[in-house]
């Protein structure tokens, strides 16, 4: 069982920061992405950034927050960080983390509880 704990997620002005950490714990052994998705009232959950732990250590992120969030990982930690800058109101949403592993040749996908994230203008 793999556990993630979100945090960092709050209430900000338009134009603010702020950071959300996700650390994963249980039976983590190599997972081959981590990453962030978010969902907004009335819409699917998508993606944000993922970071690659396998294939070089790419990172992907949507159009609409490039130049503005940054992703970053700590491997020793298993620990996920979303750095988020200029802040939108179009950003508010719940932000959920994510991490994929493959187990015995079984691809596994485990999703944190969210957290919310609120951008007043």
């Known amino acids: 069982q793999v556990q993630l704990e979100e945090s960092g997620g709050g209430l900000v002005q338009a134009g603010g920061s702020l950071r959300l950490s996700c650390a994963a714990s249980g039976s983590i052994f190599s997972p081959n992405a981590m990453g962030w998705y978010r969902r907004d009232p009335g819409s699917q959950r998508d993606m944000v950034a993922v970071a690659t732990i396998t294939s070089g250590g790419m990172t992907n992120y949507a159009d609409s927050v490039k130049g503005r969030f940054t992703i970053s990982r700590d491997n020793a930690k298993n620990t996920v960080y979303l750095q988020m800058n200029s802040l939108k109101p179009e950003d508010t949403a719940v932000y959920y983390c994510?991490?994929?592993?493959?187990?015995?040749?079984?691809?596994?996908?485990?999703w944190g509880q969210g957290t919310q994230v609120t951008v007043s203008s």
């Open positions: 994510n991490v994929e592993q493959v187990v015995d040749t079984t691809l596994y996908d485990y």
